[in-house]
Nanobody, 116 residues
Framework: QVQLVESGGGLVQAGGSLRLSCAAS????????MGWYRQAPGKQRELVAI???????NYADSVKGRFIISRDNAKNTVYLQMNSLKPEDAAVYYC??????????WGQGMQVTVSS
């Protein structure tokens, strides 16, 4: 059973930084694509960043140059370093694991609040 446990969310002032973490268990972590998504009130869930098993990354245009996704396969953990946060970055952030067989798993989600 795959489990994703997220941590690091919270309240930050605009311009500040947060680092989100997501620890995975129950899967061979290194072979999966890992990602971060977010959902703001009244909006659809959107991709923030993904990182492949080979370390290739892709970002939403809105976070390019500010956010960095990384992974530590030895710790079965994916990170999202969020810098220069803006009020529009406020959302519930979800960790995602996509297996090579196309199965998606989601974390429970955690709130990121950015005060202006």
């Amino acid at each position: 059973q795959v489990q994703l446990v997220e941590s690091g969310g919270g309240l930050v002032q605009a311009g500040g930084s947060l680092r989100l973490s997501c620890a995975a268990s129950g899967s061979t972590f290194s072979i999966n694509v890992m990602g971060w998504y977010r959902q703001a009130p009244g909006k659809q869930r959107e991709l923030v960043a993904i990182i492949t098993s080979g370390g290739s990354t892709n970002y939403a245009d809105s976070v390019k140059g500010r956010f960095i996704i990384s992974r530590d396969n030895a710790k079965n953990t994916v990170y999202l370093q969020m810098n220069s946060l803006k009020p529009e970055d406020a959302a519930v952030y979800y960790c995602n694991l996509l297996t090579p067989w196309g199965v998606n798993y989601w974390g429970q989600g955690m709130q990121v609040t950015v005060s202006s």
